[in-house]
């Protein structure tokens, strides 16, 4: 027994224990219930502790190659004495705060009620010799993991995840049973309270136990066949797959919002946002390698371009566009936007680069609260009735069907034409571009010439109203533009310029003596991302109908970058899971999310995640191939010196 590193263990897990009670996270989490009415989410949330940290205690950190200490029964030992040194610091906190009641001062949350609720009835002396205890059982469980059959801790892993997944999702399961018309059932699982009710726990765990033993086994086929392969690219039924799963999600989008009231409704309307203004990010960031810190900059001008153009309250200019129709200048406004934040910077790398775009971005922000631009921008009034309909007192968007559907007939001609053009060049024995399948050619020729046709002699033969304070609504046109930025960002990764900015992120002077023009690719990397992200900021824009300076802090650069370290740099997929999980999860910095009790800690949490996922994952919860492959090259040499010098031991053996 390593008793330094246990003591160790057992301190910062008292340390962390204490932290989550003095900053109130205990407080606020326990008016939930997860088992109505034995556990509560804050006795939850601190019972995790003493078990990790008397795991971390005995923990075997195994070098390659190294052989693996059998587990034994002095691990229960030291995960004990963890335990109990992490259960003693919390009770001479709760101690302390009895016998010194000032605390309060910089701890708020320190209180009676605190010390009351930990004296379990007695003094407080009592509550620290209860806690030391407790801690000492759950540290000796930690301690004894290794020594637990593999199956056991799948089980009791499976039944933690399953009651805390049902229980701070039940806004969501409970909207979708309401939804289905299965009141019943959801008064069966749910309390009055809002937590499970014990026999819908122990049926729900269950039924999860039951699947994942049912389906152990069946997980590796289904990542080797739509995992991120060397030969992803090559592949055409894997792309296939691919095009089919992302028909599916984008009908499955559609959709959703019928199951979801308004509140669950805006939270996927904020994760759609942040997608797209992560998106744009993942240009400059994940695949050029420019460490943006001012996006934000970018963001406020398609919004704020969208309110002059659209807003009958502009100060200066309104000419009271649609929406559809001030698009155009909004991505042109953006591209040079990104010009002129691209040209300074272009010669400038790694901190320096991110020091000059967080000034860019506040320099934007405070010009537009100036009373210089007041006459343009408005000011700290900023602008009001952004996308007002015509003699009518709400804004959003009017989509003509006729008008949409005349832009799918342009895309599908284009499509038809290049495939036209590449079945041409293959028939003529040039080259080795295979050649098209004939008929699915001429049908998108001819459905796009139909659409294109009918889409301009009748534009207006249907028209959607899209109310800005209709999250629904509004979701499904966010849906639409986080489809469109996907593609564009999906067929840049492998395309000539694509593969120009990863040369530079990878090298840049390798990459320049390619022959790579470093200057137009970088700046081309500034304008697509500044492109994608005031398409968000024009959404953003008519989904609130007002805009303010406030609006554009720097924390949302921050929060954007965020969204797309911890998805994974480079990754369309990561980006959009990075999104689920830290805006439609916690919440953006003023925006709400899944958890509502996470609101005044979400800041905290990142930061956690961030530290978390540098020294764990760097490369991302869903990361691209290659940057995977980049960030664990050191992994992969030393695998592959052990595997070559396995192989001459069996070369002299035989």
Do not use: C
Request: aromatic share 10%; no cysteine; proline share 4%.
């Amino acid at each position: 027994m390593d008793m330094r590193r246990v003591v160790r263990q057992g301190l910062i897990g008292g340390l962390t224990l204490s932290l989550i009670v003095a900053v109130g996270m205990f407080q606020v989490f326990d008016g939930r219930k997860v088992i109505d009415p034995y556990l509560s989410a804050g006795y939850a949330l601190i019972l995790w502790v003493p078990i990790l940290f008397g795991y971390r205690a005995t923990r075997q950190v195994v070098p390659d190659g190294a052989e693996r200490r059998p587990a034994s029964s002095t691990d229960i030992l030291a995960g004990a004495i963890a335990g109990a040194i992490t259960g003693l610091l919390l009770g001479l906190v709760v101690v302390i705060t009895a016998l010194k009641p000032d605390i309060r001062n910089s701890f708020l949350y320190l209180s009676p009620v605190m010390v009351e609720k930990f004296s379990y009835g007695g003094t407080h002396w009592l509550g620290a010799g209860i806690l030391t205890a407790a801690g000492a059982v759950l540290g000796a469980f930690g301690g004894a993991m290794d020594l637990i059959p593999t199956t056991v801790k799948r089980i009791l892993a499976t039944v933690a995840a399953t009651l805390i997944g049902f229980n701070f999702a039940e806004l969501v399961v409970g909207d979708i049973l309401r939804s289905a018309g299965q009141n019943t059932l959801d008064r069966w699982i749910y309390s009055s309270t809002r937590g499970i009710n014990p026999l819908a726990a122990v049926v729900l765990s269950v039924i999860a136990v039951a699947l994942r033993l049912g389906l152990r086994g069946r997980s590796g086929g289904l990542r080797e066949r739509f995992g991120n392969g060397d030969n992803e690219r090559t592949d055409n039924g894997k792309r296939m797959r691919y095009l089919v799963i992302a028909v599916v999600a984008l009908a499955a989008g559609a959709w959703l919002p019928n199951l979801f009231g308004l509140y669950l409704n805006e939270v996927l309307s904020n994760v759609g946002l942040f997608i797209l203004l992560g998106l744009g990010l993942n240009i400059v960031v994940g695949y050029a390698g420019l460490l943006d810190l001012g996006y934000v900059a970018f963001f406020a001008v398609g919004a704020y371009t969208t309110a002059i153009l659209t807003s009958p309250a502009s100060p200066a200019l309104a000419p009271e566009l649609a929406f559809f129709a001030s698009l155009p200048w909004v991505l042109v406004m953006a591209a040079i936007a990104g010009l002129i934040i691209g040209t300074p910077v272009i010669r400038m790398r790694g901190d320096y680069l991110a020091i000059v775009t967080l000034g860019f971005g506040e320099i934007i922000r405070i010009a537009f609260l100036s009373d210089w631009m007041k006459p343009i921008t408005g000011g700290a009034q900023g602008i009001l009735r952004i996308g007002f309909f015509p003699g009518e007192s709400r804004g959003g968007i009017i989509l003509q069907w006729g008008m949409a559907l005349a832009v799918i007939g342009i895309i599908a001609l284009i499509v038809g034409l290049l495939r036209w053009n590449s079945s041409r060049i293959s028939a003529s024995g040039l080259t080795d571009i295979p050649e098209y399948h004939k008929p699915t050619t001429y049908a998108l020729l001819v459905v796009g010439l139909v659409l294109t046709v009918g889409g301009f002699i009748k534009p207006d033969f249907a028209t959607w109203v899209i109310p800005g304070i209709h999250p629904p609504s509004m979701f499904r046109i966010i849906l639409v533009f986080v489809a469109l930025a996907a593609f564009v960002s999906w067929r840049l990764r492998d395309s000539r310029v694509g593969r120009s900015w990863m040369a530079i992120r990878e090298d840049e002077q390798i990459a320049q003596s390619m022959g790579i023009n470093i200057v137009t690719t970088k700046l081309l990397a500034f304008v697509m991302g500044a492109m994608l992200a005031s398409l968000g900021g024009a959404l953003f824009a008519v989904k609130l109908g007002s805009i303010y300076p406030h609006s554009f802090e720097i924390i949302q650069s921050i929060i954007i970058l965020v969204v797309v370290i911890v998805g994974g740099m480079g990754s369309i997929k990561g980006v959009m899971i990075g999104a689920v999980v830290l805006i439609g999860i916690l919440g953006g910095p003023t925006q709400p999310g899944l958890l509502r009790e996470f609101g005044e800690f979400k800041l905290l949490i990142y930061g956690v995640i961030l530290v978390w996922m540098m020294l764990k994952r760097p490369e991302g919860l869903w990361p691209e191939a290659r940057r995977a492959q980049e960030l664990h090259q050191d992994e992969m040499s030393q695998d592959a010196w052990l595997q070559a010098g396995e192989s001459a031991a069996e070369g002299v053996s035989g």
